[in-house]
């Protein structure tokens, strides 16, 4: 995998159940393939079949104790129509709540471009493992292409 966008969103109010959000991570990422590959040129021939950017969905709790659930996305790079901060902003502030229910319209969505530096790699994978424990994995497996 090639990172290329970190991506953070929240969902409406009392998603607390893991069962849920990883259903919810289901429909999104379904969703978004679509909006990806309908965003492809289809002038682009002799590539073979169009990939799917991978993508790796780590669904936390809240820190602040209410046990709602956000995600964390890293996703490879998009087709050239929307590879820019302001489309994939567009995107995920705008195209996705719209089409995917669970996703909260008016949550802050944080969308940033990966720095492939070793130190900011190294920086990102602590800032993602800061709730894993014996108990808990926040990486969703059931999503995420491994």
């Known amino acids: 995998m090639e990172p290329w966008w970190f ?28 909006l990806i590959y309908k965003s492809r040129d289809p002038e682009v021939t002799g590539l073979g079949k169009f990939k799917y950017p991978k993508f790796l969905f780590i669904n936390e709790r809240s ?17 050239s129509r929307i590879n820019t901060q302001a489309s994939v902003e567009t995107l995920f502030r ?15 969505v944080d969308v940033q471009r990966i720095s492939s530096e070793y130190l900011d790699i190294q ?17 969703d497996l059931f999503n995420s292409d491994l």
């Open 123 to 139: 920086r990102l994978s602590r800032y993602l493992a800061k709730q894993n424990s014996l108990e808990t994995i926040s990486i």
């Open 94 to 108: 705008r195209e996705l709540p719209a089409k995917v229910k669970a996703m909260s319209k008016w949550k802050r």
């Open 63 to 79: 820190r602040w104790g209410t046990e709602q659930f956000h995600t964390h996305l890293i996703l490879e790079r998009l087709p």
């Open 7 to 34: 991506i953070t969103f929240h969902y409406k109010e009392n998603k607390t159940k893991e069962a849920e959000i990883i259903e919810d991570v289901h429909d999104l990422k379904n969703k978004l393939r679509r």
